[in-house]
């Protein structure tokens, strides 16, 4: 069984950074497209980050040149790093492959404030 454990969140300040990590276990997941979404409050969910098995990444414009994800396919970590955060990052982010087809996780808070 497939299961996918996001950490790393925290409150920062506008023009911060954070890391955040998502451990997968159960079957292999090198195989697959992974991807970071976040939802904010009163908001739908969206997706901020995706990463093929080989590597190709792709963002949207509202957070590119600022997010990088990156995997590790031994360790079963794929990683979001987000720099020059910004007050409208603020939401609880979520790993999941792309599409989304597991189940949601718990997530993890990002609160970008001063």
């Known amino acids: 069984q497939v299961q996918l454990v996001e950490s790393g969140g925290g409150l920062v300040q506008p023009g911060g950074s954070l890391r955040l990590s998502c451990a997968a276990s159960g079957r292999i997941f090198s195989s697959y497209t992974m991807a970071w979404y976040r939802q904010a409050p009163g908001k739908q969910r969206e997706l901020v980050a995706s990463?093929?098995?080989?590597?190709?990444?792709n963002y949207p414009d509202s957070v590119k040149g600022r997010f990088t994800i990156s995997r590790d396919n031994a360790q079963r970590m794929v990683a979001l790093q987000m720099n020059s955060l910004e007050p409208e990052d603020t939401a609880v982010y979520y790993c999941?492959?792309?599409?989304?087809?597991?189940?949601w996780g718990q997530g993890t808070q990002v609160t970008v404030s001063s």
């Open positions: 999941n492959f792309l599409p989304a087809w597991l189940g």
């Open positions: 990463i093929t098995s080989g590597g190709i990444t």
